[in-house]
Protein backbone atom coordinates (compact mmCIF):
# COMPACT_ATOMS: atom_id res chain seq x y z
CA UNK A 1 0.00 0.00 0.00
CA UNK A 2 1.37 3.46 -0.56
CA UNK A 3 1.96 5.68 2.42
CA UNK A 4 3.09 9.47 2.37
CA UNK A 5 4.39 11.22 5.57
CA UNK A 6 4.94 14.84 6.67
CA UNK A 7 7.22 14.34 10.06
CA UNK A 8 6.75 18.25 10.32
CA UNK A 9 2.72 19.28 11.76
CA UNK A 10 4.12 22.88 12.07
CA UNK A 11 6.61 25.13 11.03
CA UNK A 12 7.58 28.86 11.78
CA UNK A 13 10.03 30.76 9.09
CA UNK A 14 10.98 34.08 8.89
CA UNK A 15 9.79 36.41 5.71
CA UNK A 16 12.84 35.88 3.00
CA UNK A 17 14.11 32.82 4.36
CA UNK A 18 14.01 29.50 2.31
CA UNK A 19 11.70 26.85 3.88
CA UNK A 20 12.04 23.36 3.18
CA UNK A 21 8.69 20.66 3.38
CA UNK A 22 9.75 17.27 4.06
CA UNK A 23 7.58 14.37 2.44
CA UNK A 24 9.19 10.63 2.49
CA UNK A 25 6.71 8.04 1.02
CA UNK A 26 6.40 4.07 0.53
CA UNK A 27 5.44 2.40 -2.50
CA UNK A 28 6.29 -0.67 -4.53
CA UNK A 29 4.95 0.78 -8.02
CA UNK A 30 7.90 1.36 -10.24
CA UNK A 31 5.58 4.33 -12.03
CA UNK A 32 4.07 6.77 -9.59
CA UNK A 33 4.05 10.46 -9.02
CA UNK A 34 4.20 12.96 -6.52
CA UNK A 35 2.17 16.47 -5.68
CA UNK A 36 2.57 19.02 -3.78
CA UNK A 37 -0.80 21.21 -2.54
CA UNK A 38 -1.12 24.22 -0.75
CA UNK A 39 -4.48 24.71 0.91
CA UNK A 40 -4.97 28.55 2.43
CA UNK A 41 -7.19 29.54 5.16
CA UNK A 42 -10.00 29.50 2.58
CA UNK A 43 -9.72 26.08 1.84
CA UNK A 44 -9.01 25.55 -2.24
CA UNK A 45 -6.43 22.90 -2.98
CA UNK A 46 -4.04 24.96 -4.84
CA UNK A 47 -1.79 22.45 -7.57
CA UNK A 48 2.08 23.87 -6.68
CA UNK A 49 4.11 21.25 -7.99
CA UNK A 50 4.61 17.70 -9.84
CA UNK A 51 7.56 15.23 -10.45
CA UNK A 52 7.50 11.78 -12.02
CA UNK A 53 9.09 9.12 -10.64
CA UNK A 54 11.19 9.13 -14.16
CA UNK A 55 11.73 12.48 -14.56
CA UNK A 56 15.45 12.61 -14.59
CA UNK A 57 15.42 16.08 -13.07
CA UNK A 58 14.08 18.12 -9.76
CA UNK A 59 10.90 20.03 -10.51
CA UNK A 60 10.65 23.62 -10.36
CA UNK A 61 8.31 26.22 -10.68
CA UNK A 62 8.62 29.55 -9.97
CA UNK A 63 9.89 29.85 -6.24
CA UNK A 64 9.36 26.21 -5.31
CA UNK A 65 11.20 23.23 -6.38
CA UNK A 66 11.42 19.53 -5.59
CA UNK A 67 13.86 17.71 -3.90
CA UNK A 68 13.42 14.18 -4.98
CA UNK A 69 15.92 11.75 -4.14
CA UNK A 70 14.42 8.21 -4.94
CA UNK A 71 16.59 5.71 -3.60
CA UNK A 72 15.68 7.50 -0.10
CA UNK A 73 11.81 7.56 -1.24
CA UNK A 74 11.79 11.51 0.07
CA UNK A 75 10.34 13.98 -2.17
CA UNK A 76 10.97 17.52 -0.34
CA UNK A 77 9.20 21.01 -1.08
CA UNK A 78 11.65 24.11 -0.94
CA UNK A 79 10.16 27.36 -1.39
CA UNK A 80 12.53 30.37 -1.87
CA UNK A 81 12.59 33.62 -0.63
CA UNK A 82 9.76 32.81 1.71
CA UNK A 83 6.40 35.60 1.72
CA UNK A 84 3.88 36.19 4.08
CA UNK A 85 1.38 35.15 1.31
CA UNK A 86 2.40 31.21 1.97
CA UNK A 87 1.45 30.65 5.18
CA UNK A 88 -0.97 27.59 4.62
CA UNK A 89 -1.49 24.14 5.65
CA UNK A 90 1.04 21.99 2.71
CA UNK A 91 0.02 18.32 1.35
CA UNK A 92 2.33 16.19 0.08
CA UNK A 93 0.10 13.87 -2.18
CA UNK A 94 0.91 10.32 -4.26
CA UNK A 95 -0.54 9.04 -7.39
CA UNK A 96 0.46 5.39 -8.37
CA UNK A 97 0.42 3.61 -11.77
CA UNK A 98 0.56 6.60 -13.56
CA UNK A 99 0.03 4.68 -17.17
CA UNK A 100 -3.03 2.66 -15.34
CA UNK A 101 -5.55 5.72 -15.53
CA UNK A 102 -7.69 7.23 -13.56
CA UNK A 103 -5.39 7.20 -10.68
CA UNK A 104 -6.61 8.73 -6.92
CA UNK A 105 -4.16 10.91 -4.73
CA UNK A 106 -2.93 9.55 -1.39
CA UNK A 107 -2.07 12.33 0.88
CA UNK A 108 0.09 12.84 4.13
CA UNK A 109 -0.87 14.49 7.16
CA UNK A 110 0.28 17.99 6.38
CA UNK A 111 2.54 20.85 7.19
CA UNK A 112 1.06 24.36 8.69
CA UNK A 113 3.60 26.75 7.30
CA UNK A 114 3.77 30.16 9.49
CA UNK A 115 5.60 32.91 7.49
CA UNK A 116 6.44 35.62 10.55
CA UNK A 117 7.32 39.12 9.03
CA UNK B 1 -7.99 28.96 -17.65
CA UNK B 2 -11.23 27.47 -16.78
CA UNK B 3 -10.94 25.40 -13.33
CA UNK B 4 -13.30 22.82 -11.98
CA UNK B 5 -16.41 24.35 -10.54
CA UNK B 6 -18.04 23.01 -7.58
CA UNK B 7 -21.40 24.11 -6.33
CA UNK B 8 -22.69 25.17 -3.71
CA UNK B 9 -19.22 26.73 -1.81
CA UNK B 10 -21.53 26.35 1.37
CA UNK B 11 -24.22 23.75 2.66
CA UNK B 12 -26.12 23.66 5.78
CA UNK B 13 -28.25 20.71 6.15
CA UNK B 14 -29.86 19.11 9.05
CA UNK B 15 -29.60 15.49 10.24
CA UNK B 16 -31.16 12.45 8.04
CA UNK B 17 -31.71 15.44 5.28
CA UNK B 18 -30.23 14.59 1.75
CA UNK B 19 -27.97 16.79 -0.12
CA UNK B 20 -26.39 16.94 -4.09
CA UNK B 21 -23.17 18.04 -4.52
CA UNK B 22 -22.16 19.45 -7.96
CA UNK B 23 -18.65 19.09 -10.00
CA UNK B 24 -17.70 20.71 -13.52
CA UNK B 25 -14.63 19.30 -14.30
CA UNK B 26 -12.15 21.21 -16.84
CA UNK B 27 -13.35 21.31 -20.45
CA UNK B 28 -12.05 18.30 -21.85
CA UNK B 29 -10.97 16.24 -19.00
CA UNK B 30 -12.67 13.29 -18.94
CA UNK B 31 -11.91 11.98 -14.82
CA UNK B 32 -13.42 12.89 -12.07
CA UNK B 33 -12.58 12.44 -8.93
CA UNK B 34 -13.86 13.19 -5.00
CA UNK B 35 -12.45 13.71 -1.55
CA UNK B 36 -13.64 14.38 1.96
CA UNK B 37 -11.93 16.38 4.37
CA UNK B 38 -12.82 16.61 7.53
CA UNK B 39 -11.69 18.83 9.97
CA UNK B 40 -7.54 19.30 10.72
CA UNK B 41 -7.40 16.09 8.31
CA UNK B 42 -5.80 15.18 4.93
CA UNK B 43 -8.26 14.82 2.01
CA UNK B 44 -9.52 11.25 1.54
CA UNK B 45 -10.03 9.68 -1.63
CA UNK B 46 -14.28 8.55 -1.96
CA UNK B 47 -14.57 7.58 -5.69
CA UNK B 48 -13.60 8.33 -9.29
CA UNK B 49 -15.62 8.25 -12.60
CA UNK B 50 -13.87 7.81 -16.41
CA UNK B 51 -15.73 8.19 -19.51
CA UNK B 52 -18.96 8.48 -17.06
CA UNK B 53 -18.14 4.63 -15.58
CA UNK B 54 -17.08 4.44 -11.73
CA UNK B 55 -13.29 3.57 -12.09
CA UNK B 56 -12.15 3.81 -8.47
CA UNK B 57 -13.76 3.31 -4.74
CA UNK B 58 -12.23 4.64 -1.63
CA UNK B 59 -13.92 4.70 1.89
CA UNK B 60 -17.36 6.19 0.13
CA UNK B 61 -20.63 5.21 2.67
CA UNK B 62 -23.30 3.00 1.12
CA UNK B 63 -25.25 6.43 1.94
CA UNK B 64 -23.58 8.22 -0.59
CA UNK B 65 -23.86 8.07 -4.11
CA UNK B 66 -22.20 9.40 -7.34
CA UNK B 67 -22.53 9.50 -10.78
CA UNK B 68 -20.51 11.35 -13.69
CA UNK B 69 -23.05 12.66 -16.78
CA UNK B 70 -22.56 12.63 -20.80
CA UNK B 71 -21.43 16.64 -20.70
CA UNK B 72 -18.69 14.80 -17.82
CA UNK B 73 -19.47 16.79 -14.67
CA UNK B 74 -20.62 14.40 -11.45
CA UNK B 75 -22.61 15.04 -8.63
CA UNK B 76 -22.00 13.25 -5.13
CA UNK B 77 -25.38 12.46 -3.72
CA UNK B 78 -25.65 11.91 0.37
CA UNK B 79 -28.30 10.89 2.36
CA UNK B 80 -29.14 10.00 5.66
CA UNK B 81 -26.70 12.79 6.64
CA UNK B 82 -25.15 12.44 10.05
CA UNK B 83 -22.86 15.07 12.12
CA UNK B 84 -19.87 13.20 11.12
CA UNK B 85 -20.00 13.88 7.51
CA UNK B 86 -19.69 17.77 8.28
CA UNK B 87 -16.61 18.37 5.94
CA UNK B 88 -14.89 19.69 3.07
CA UNK B 89 -15.70 18.06 -0.07
CA UNK B 90 -13.47 18.33 -3.05
CA UNK B 91 -13.89 17.73 -6.66
CA UNK B 92 -10.60 17.28 -8.91
CA UNK B 93 -10.69 16.59 -12.46
CA UNK B 94 -7.55 15.41 -14.82
CA UNK B 95 -7.14 14.31 -18.81
CA UNK B 96 -6.77 10.30 -18.66
CA UNK B 97 -5.03 8.46 -17.44
CA UNK B 98 -4.95 10.79 -14.32
CA UNK B 99 -1.66 13.02 -14.07
CA UNK B 100 -1.94 15.86 -16.96
CA UNK B 101 -3.78 18.20 -14.99
CA UNK B 102 -4.89 17.16 -12.05
CA UNK B 103 -6.80 20.07 -10.34
CA UNK B 104 -9.28 20.66 -7.54
CA UNK B 105 -11.77 22.33 -7.40
CA UNK B 106 -12.68 25.07 -4.48
CA UNK B 107 -14.49 22.84 -2.43
CA UNK B 108 -18.00 22.51 -1.01
CA UNK B 109 -18.11 22.68 2.77
CA UNK B 110 -21.24 21.34 4.28
CA UNK B 111 -22.23 21.22 7.73
CA UNK B 112 -24.75 19.32 9.18
CA UNK B 113 -26.58 20.17 12.37
Known amino acids: AQKITQTQPGMFVQEKEAVTLDCTYD???????LFWYKQPSSGEMIFLIY??????QNATEGRYSLNFQKARKSANLVISASQLGDSAMYFC??????????????FGQGTRLTINP | AAGVIQSPRHLIKEKRETATLKCYPI?????VYWYQQGPGQDPQFLIS???????DKGSIPDRFSAQQFSDYHSELNMSSLELGDSALYFC????????????FGSGTRLTVV
Open chain 2, 92 to 103: ASSLYPGVTGYT
Open chain 1, 27 to 33: TSDPSYG
Open chain 1, 51 to 56: QGSYDQ
Open chain 1, 93 to 106: AMIRGILQGAQKLV
Open chain 2, 27 to 31: PRHDT
Open chain 2, 49 to 55: FYEKMQS
